[in-house]
């Protein structure tokens, strides 16, 4: 398992956002040498864990349990199949497109190490909003990605540092619950069924996701 590329993007102004000040930071691009990780503190206040970064809308990314974004190499081939068209690594607005790690299937608080030193931690999958679909130019993304329920996952940092293109990735610690990035995602989109099941995962879930699980199971008495 090893990291393909680095991708951080800079602010862009366009159209198709309601962010403050019309700009989004998705356009993400590989680049060439380290890149320092850090906890970018909380939602609303911080923003990507990547130096060089941009992430203009602070109310839905960035933050603690949004750090860091990682899709898998294989999962954009898949698309590139589907959508008949090139998907160059960063085009889904990720930091860090990977190789040999099956992401939907990480477990929630599940830890990689890249590198030599950077420890990140898996939060939740990415929820599809307005902005990636007019982005990708797909009309009915946002449907289309959450049917297929492969989102690649929000990480936190746990140990900081420097990552580079090239370096290896090895999971260093996977929490006994079965709750993967895959069943949480659909649990908050569209199998809601499934919400008692992702408290299994404590304090590594993503906290806006833990906050709508406790809700459910408070309404419907922890039913299916």
Known sequence: ???????????????????????????????????????????????????????????????????????ARED??????????????????????????????????????????VVLETTSGRIPCRTFQTWLGEKGWVRRFTRRAVTGAYLRVITPGEIRAGDPIEVVHRPDHEVTVGLAFRAVTTERELLPR????GEALHGEESRIAREYVEKHGGRR
């Open 198 to 201: 992702v408290l299994a995962a």
């Open 76 to 117: 954009l081939d898949f698309w590139e199949r589907e959508l008949g068209r090139p998907l160059p690594n960063g085009t889904f607005g990720e930091n860090l497109t990977t190789s040999g790690l099956d992401i939907t299937n990480a477990r929630i608080g599940e830890r990689w190490r890249i590198g030599s030193e």
């Open 1 to 71: 398992m090893k990291l393909l590329t680095v991708n951080v993007g800079r602010p862009k102004t366009v159209e198709y956002t309601d962010a403050p000040g019309g700009a989004t930071g998705i356009d993400k691009r590989p680049v060439e040498g380290p890149v320092q990780v850090t906890d970018p503190g909380r939602k609303g206040e911080g923003a990507s864990g990547l130096s060089g970064d941009a992430v203009c809308d602070l109310r839905h990314h960035g933050g603690t349990d949004q750090a860091v974004y990682a899709f």
